[in-house]
């Protein structure tokens, strides 16, 4: 994702809690400080169909926020 | 003076004026740069003695080492070796070890970030292992012997000083295992009835080898009744086909450290290393019924694709992919026991030769006195 977005693209991560320092860390590391983390609760895996779509819920208004300012021409 | 001499004694770089050990501690542990244990001060001077077995400039990077991609230069991996208590002599052995695991197949970055309980191991193969000291006898992954418990300790301090695998930051283990504190053995190739790692791999016996695994923690295999090389072995299979290990996931290389008891019995019977791992893939295997329905869709379904769709329930899964994936070492002193180390899985073991920077296998550690 950070290459993608070097390479101009608008990109973002979905990532759960406990991974946000790494996920942080890695961005700055593979160049891309900025970009959007965009948290879930932890965990994904391991849980009923019905509490992954609770994540998809939490996740979605940052992905449709992320999209907005690509169609906005902002980031 | 030299030009490291003037590098490592300017304001900064090295840790002057504080040789108190706790202040020194307590400094490193402020910074982030410790794994818990007091430290030794790497002073100016130390460094430089460490530095007098690298006949390779000291401000060039052997590797760039994830996560942080941290450049892994000689002065800096000698800092770390004098933080964890090295002898100088240490260091080609811990070069090549670093070396070695930046290999792209090795995956560093996999497993110094994954929630797997994983740590690189080093196992040290020909004339090195005993002109340093370390240890593949009685206790080789135990306490009491320098060479072992710093030269494992320096690569840990590398990882986490230059590779930024900090806990929670770096390094996401769930748990991880005593093996991120240490992690170094000899192969016992005294005891050994077949030939050592590094021979089955194409190295010389007189030539000096550093091996690194991704392993998780030793499982003790017990067998004191069996009295002959199949019936050790069938404990030996059964150890190890288990469903709660990466192994049988992935393209992986299950890792076997046969005591030199067990190992002599084995070839007595008849049995070849080339046997021995053939024995354990047809064996270590475990029943298609023993794995969750989810693990079954999810992974075996995933990653073999048409192997197992539709298969009975006694399908035996094996714990690799083929019997030369199986790794045999002998390892430890008098007694009954053998070892089973499961991997990462998505990792290949790395073997290096320790050699000179003009290429030449190096036959001790004297040769790279500068």
Redesign the interface.
């Known amino acids: 994702m950070a290459e993608l977005r070097k390479r101009g693209l608008r990109t973002g991560v979905i990532c759960s809690t406990p991974f946000e320092k790494l996920g942080q860390a890695q961005a700055r590391v593979f160049g891309a400080p900025d970009l959007p983390l965009m948290m879930i609760q932890h965990p994904l895996g391991g849980i009923p169909l019905d509490d992954v779509r609770a994540r998809d819920q939490q996740a979605m208004p940052k992905v449709l926020a992320l999209i907005e300012t690509v169609l906005k021409g902002a980031d | 003076m030299s030009v490291i001499a003037d590098y490592l004694n300017k304001p900064g770089v090295a840790m002057e004026g504080i040789d108190d050990l706790e202040a020194a501690s307590e400094l490193a542990r402020s910074r982030g740069w410790s794994d818990g244990l007091p430290i030794v001060p790497p002073t100016a001077d130390r460094v430089q003695r460490m530095l007098a077995y690298c006949d390779r400039p000291w401000d060039e990077p052997i590797a760039q080492m994830p996560?942080?991609?941290g450049a892994a230069t000689p002065l800096r991996i000698a800092a770390n070796a004098v933080m964890a208590g090295c002898r100088p002599e240490y260091f080609p052995v811990i070069a090549t070890a670093i070396e070695a695991m930046c290999d792209q197949s090795f995956n560093l970055y996999g497993i110094q970030?994954t929630t797997h309980p994983v740590s690189p191991l080093v196992i040290v193969n020909g004339p090195i292992a005993a002109e340093l000291a370390i240890n593949g006898g009685h206790n080789a992954f135990g306490p009491g012997w320098q060479a072992n418990a710093t030269i494992g300790r320096a690569i840990r301090l590398v990882l986490l000083n230059i590779g930024?695998a900090i806990p929670?930051?770096?390094d996401?283990a769930t748990a991880g295992q005593p093996g991120k504190y240490s992690f170094v053995v000899a192969e016992n190739e005294a005891a050994s009835p077949w030939e050592p790692l590094h021979v089955e791999r194409g190295f010389a016996r007189e030539s000096s080898t550093v091996t690194v695994v991704g392993a998780e923690g030793p499982h003790n295999i017990n067998d004191h009744e069996s009295d002959t090389g199949e019936g050790i072995l069938c404990m030996v299979a059964g150890t190890i086909g288990i469903t709660g290990h990466n192994n049988v996931y992935y393209h992986s290389e299950p890792l076997l450290a046969l005591g030199p008891e067990h190992a002599k019995t084995i070839a007595r019977d008849g049995y070849s290393k080339a046997d021995v791992k053939r024995y354990v893939f047809e064996h270590a295997t475990v029943p298609l019924r023993k794995f969750s329905q989810r693990n079954y869709e999810r992974r075996l379904l995933k990653n073999f694709p048409g192997r197992y769709d539709n298969a009975p329930p006694d399908t035996p899964v094996p714990p690799c992919q083929s019997a030369d994936d199986v790794m045999v070492i002998v390892l430890g002193g008098a007694g009954k026991h053998s070892m089973y180390l499961p991997t990462f899985g998505e990792t290949r073991s790395v073997t290096r030769a320790l050699k000179l920077a003009n290429g030449r296998e190096a036959r001790s550690a004297r040769e790279f006195g500068v």
Request: net charge positive; glycine share 22%; aromatic share 0%.
């Open positions: 996560p942080r991609n970030t930024g929670t930051v770096g996401m």
